[in-house]
């Protein structure tokens, strides 16, 4: 089952909710952060990419860092810009982007659930970001950052958010890039309610987060060997149903065609697809991919038995991946590659031309996006994806809320 718990969040002064929030912390460089911070000492970044407020050039993962962080929280509730809710609750959290509208629960997951595989992850994680976000939330005493969740949609837990919507928000707010962010405190009996239906859900997906998640297994270790009590058994997740959810494209950009010319490329990619110039750039049906090339734009259709029936194999990504990226273009860990760099669906096929006609980059390839349903049955079967196979829009907002141990 799910086991949710309510708890005291930390929170903005209801006048500063967005004057505080940010992007969250791995969608920007600290030299965009910097800049996004310039002359508002509430910005969030000073706790969640605390390398702002020390000399440029500085380790981002360096030790000073990390107390930095320490040090600006300290500061935020020193200052009365954060402050500690009096009574354990849950929170419902609602994004508008456009016509899209998601509304999540504001949670604690626990720590056990994850370790066990019932809250169930598609990605690997890399070493170094997980050390990173484990010194994090080590240093700071809590998760300032929720991890993005979601579960098969359930009808009685769909009433009870929009019941809980129906009370005066904390925060409702508009952005800079145009979304909207509704954020409420759930009260009374509404808490004991949705605390039950959630035990009726047997599993929760990772859906962004990986490393938030396996770094909050990893401090909830290293505190219990140090005899630490405290809340470090749960971390800080928002819950939304996956009907909700949405999944855009995440797209590539290669350096070089591995030695091949134009034409003979074209030729080898005809062995396992059918090649047609001059069609839709953006693609929403399996297994079709755009290409641009040399100012062109081509479709690309996988012919039958180039890949295989797995669920991970039948992946688009995959499908890139295993003829052509690594086949034919010699990029056989894309994690790790200088030669590739995935790009947001969010910013569209433009982005792709405007990168390979600057010449950085010589080909692109625009891709559909994974859906939920695959990302669950992946998750079920034990399998993970490839690098890159989900970006979701929009993101979870930082600093809304924090769960301190």
Known sequence: MADLQPFRGVRPAEALGQTLCTPPYD???????????????????????????????????????????????????????????????FYLYRQRMGAHVQTGVVALARVDEYDQGLIRKHELTRPDKEDDRTRHIDTLGGNDEPVFLTYRAVPSIGA????????????????????????????????????????????????????????????HSLRSQRGESGGHSRF???????????????????????????????????????VTRGQSKTQDRAHQFGMYLEGAWYQLTARPGSFGATPTEELDVSILQNNVLGALL????????????????????????????????????SL?????EQLMTIADAGEIMPPKSTWFEPKLRSGLVLHLF
């Not at 860990?333 to 010589?362: H, M, N, Y």
């Not at 559909?368 to 939920?372: Q, V």
């Open 27 to 89: 969608v920007v460089s600290t030299a965009e952060a910097r800049a996004y911070a310039d002359g508002n000492p509430r910005s969030f970044f000073h706790v969640s990419r605390p390398e702002i407020g020390l000399p440029p050039g500085t380790d981002e993962h360096s030790e000073p860092v990390y107390a930095q962080g320490r040090r600006n929280l300290e500061r935020f509730f020193a200052e009365g810009w954060l402050r500690q809710d009096d009574e354990a609750c």
């Open 160 to 219: 009870l958010m929009e019941e809980g919507t129906r009370s005066t928000p904390q925060y409702d707010f508009t952005t800079e890039d145009g979304i909207g962010h509704t954020f409420w405190r759930v009260n009374g009996s509404l808490n004991t309610r949705l605390t039950a239906a959630f035990h009726e859900v047997p599993m929760l997906y990772i859906a962004d987060g990986h490393h938030r998640s396996a770094a909050a297994s990893r401090v």
């Open 236 to 274: 800080l997740a928002v819950v939304f149903p996956h009907d909700q959810m949405r999944i855009l494209a995440y797209n590539r950009v290669v350096k070089d065609l591995n030695g091949l010319t134009p034409e003979s490329f074209l030729a080898r990619l005809g062995e396992r697809f059918e």
């Open 330 to 365: 010699g990029i056989r860990d894309p994690r790790k590659d200088e030669r590739i760099q995935f790009v947001g669906g969010i910013r569209g096929t433009e982005e792709l031309e405007r990168l390979v006609d600057s010449g950085a980059w010589r080909l692109a390839f």
């Open 368 to 372: 559909p996006p994974t859906s939920l």
